[in-house]
């Protein structure tokens, strides 16, 4: 089992850039591909980006490729959101997600643990 803690929200202005952090504790992060997801008030969850074990495939929402960019550090069981030129339409509650059982997965279902989650707001 793996727990996750999410850190580094807040509030932006447009334009501007955030880094999220998704630290692991209990079994180390890289028996797990990672993944983002967020969701705004009224909204469904939404996939954002994510992450194989090893790092070396990746993969983005339409919506926040190009300024988005997820990584991982193996070592200090850490996986990264970099958000960069963000909008008033990428406010929502981001969270950190682990799946064990898949090498590529990119809906809710097939992610296993998560987080918290950390707020992400966008003014215009």
């Known amino acids: 089992q793996v727990q996750l803690v999410e850190s580094g929200g807040g509030l932006v202005q447009a334009g501007g850039s955030l880094r ?11 028996r797990y591909a990672m993944g983002w997801f967020r969701q705004a008030p009224g909204k469904e969850r939404e996939f954002v980006a994510r992450i194989t074990r090893s790092g070396g ?4 929402a339409d919506s926040v490729k190009g300024r988005f960019t997820i990584s991982r550090d193996n070592t200090n069981n850490t996986v990264y959101l970099q958000m960069n030129s963000l909008k008033p339409e990428d406010t929502a509650v981001y969270y ?8 590529y997965p990119l809906t809710t279902g097939e992610y296993n643990y998560w987080g918290q989650g950390t707020q992400v707001t966008v003014s215009s």
């Open 96 to 103: 950190c997600a682990a799946s064990s059982g898949r090498s």
């Open 57 to 60: 495939n990746t993969a983005y």
């Open 20 to 30: 999220l952090s998704c630290a692991a504790s209990g079994r180390t992060s890289s």
